[in-house]
């Protein structure tokens, strides 16, 4: 069964940073394009950043560019967000997905076939 774990949400100030790691179980992220998405209350999910893992090409949204980056450990198998910077607007629940069919450099959802349970970051004033 694969699953993909997130780890490392929680509670920062503004202007702060946090890191977040996805780790898959079941299956090994090569060959895979990985991505973060993101939810807040009363609004959809949202492209954040993905990375590839064959070729480590990254793709922000304009939202996160220059404060979050997306990076891969070939050795860990996992893939790591770190958020600099942070803004009262980045509270929402992180969620970890991965894709390996299609277009891979895909910022849509739908085109995630594997997700995580996703994790909270609290951004506070």
């Known amino acids: 069964q694969v699953q993909l774990v997130e780890s490392g949400g929680g509670l920062a100030q503004a202007g702060g940073s946090l890191r977040l790691s996805c780790a898959p179980s079941?299956?090994?992220?090569?060959?895979?394009?990985v991505g973060w998405f993101r939810q807040a209350p009363g609004k959809e999910r949202e492209f954040v950043a993905l990375?590839?893992?064959?070729?480590?090409?990254?793709r922000y949204a304009d939202s996160v560019k220059g404060r979050f980056t997306i990076s891969r450990d070939n050795t860990k198998n996992t893939v790591d967000l770190q958020m600099n910077t942070l803004k009262l607007e980045d509270t929402a629940v992180y969620y970890c997905?991965?894709?390996?069919?299609?277009?891979?450099?895909?910022?849509?959802?739908?085109?995630?076939?594997?997700w995580g349970q996703g994790t909270q970051v609290t951004v506070s004033a």
């Open positions: 990375i590839t893992w064959t070729g480590g090409i990254t």
């Open positions: 079941g299956l090994a992220f090569e060959r895979f394009t």
């Open positions: 997905a991965a894709k390996d069919f299609g277009n891979r450099l895909s910022t849509a959802a739908p085109s995630y076939n594997h």
